[in-house]
Structures are given as C-alpha cells and as structure tokens.
C-alpha cells in the first residue's frame, strides 16, 4: 500500500510539473467553481486485496467547489451523499437472488486537480466518511426487492477514511469522471453485523457527471 500511494504521488508530482512547463499566455484565468454531481457507485468491502465478486450499485451525489490555485492545479472539496457496500448471491430451495449489504455515508473528499490538458485533469487526495445507516435487502433475481432489515449503526464504526484518485473531462461547465476509492479503515465495530465485517473495508468505482455554474 505504501508503495502504491508513492507510486501516485510521484506520477501526481511529474504530470504538475509538466503541467507547469506547457500553460500558455492564452489560457484565461482560472475562477472558482461550483456546482452538483451525481452518479453510479460499484461498490466492494475487502480484507487483503480488492476482488470483483460481490460488486454492488448505488448512487453519490453532493455538491462540489473548484478552488484555482494556479492555472493548472486546484483544490476541489465535496460533500456526498455515497451508498457503499456488498452484495452476495444465494440460491436454495425458497429461490435464488442477491443480499445487498448497504452502507450510506455523508462523504467529504478533497481532492488536488492538476489541468494535463485543456479540458482533461486527473486528481487525487484523502476522503472522510460519516456512516448515516446500514440495512440489508432481500433482491430476487428479477431485481425485486423482497425485504429490508435495519442495522444498527452502532455496531459499525461511524468514520471512514481512505484515499481516492481519478480522472475527468471538463466540457464547458460540464464535468464527467470516474474514479476510484480505496478504504483504509475496518468497518465493523460490534454485534453479529459488526463481527462479519470486523475486518472489512470499502472500495468503490465511481462514474459522474458535475455541473458548474
């Protein structure tokens, strides 16, 4: 893991500095922004190492600031709505179907935003995590949702924290991204629920779309 995060940091250093050596006297002058973002989470809890299987849908949405600090780097802080989680299949004699494991969170990332090109920038930085609630969802396999049972949210820690990295393509006060979450804190606290995912932790891929005004 710690190679991984230098590994970012080096490549985030070069592309600003490359960055630096390439804006032009044309490029107007940068102005703060702000606006809304939405879209699609697939989400995971891992142990050791991210896996495919058990991948779950859900949704981020919030409001962002794009704060210049020169041309080509800013600072861009968020608050999101962000649905986390799991899914896992079962199949057995009352029918087949899916458990999701859902877990809602209030989501505030800050991302650094360096401009590679006019209209294409990569970020990366720390995000925090407040868990607003935890259930889990009896889906069919026709997508159906059968029942839900409340957790109770004590039995999980209530802060989350981790790192995230990404890429997105500005189009006039258009934004669309995509990037990628990585938890570095075990989400279970206590009771049954909290011991299945003592050792768990998040990870999402998220794709968005922003408007700025």
Not at 82 to 109: H, I, T
Not at 165 to 181: E, L, P, S
Request: glycine content about 10%.
């Amino acid at each position: 893991m710690k190679k991984t995060i230098f590994v970012i940091c080096t490549i985030v250093c070069s592309m600003y500095v490359h960055a630096q050596e390439t804006q032009t006297a044309a490029e107007a002058k940068p102005t703060a922004k702000f606006g809304i973002k939405g879209g699609l989470n697939l989400t995971n809890l891992y142990v050791d190492n991210v896996k495919d299987e058990n991948i779950k849908p859900g949704v981020n949405a919030g409001f962002y600031a794009k704060i210049p600090v020169t041309k080509n780097f800013s600072v861009q802080p968020e608050i999101l709505y962000s649905m986390k989680g799991a899914q896992m299949n079962y199949n057995n004699l009352l029918g087949s179907g899916k458990y999701r494991f859902n877990l809602d969170y209030l989501e505030v990332p800050v991302a650094a935003v360096i401009n590679v090109a006019k209209n294409f920038n990569i970020h990366a930085g720390p995000y925090a995590a407040f868990l607003l609630s935890a259930k889990v969802q009896d889906v069919d396999k026709n997508g159906n949702i059968n029942g839900a049972t409340e957790l109770n949210k004590d039995n999980f820690e209530s802060l989350d924290y981790g790192v995230f990295g990404g890429v997105a393509f500005d189009v006039g006060n258009v934004t669309i991204g995509g990037r990628y979450t990585y938890g570095l804190k075990e989400i279970g606290k206590a009771g049954l629920s909290g011991n299945l995912t003592e050792n768990s932790k998040n990870s999402a891929i998220s794709f968005y779309l922003g408007f700025g005004f």
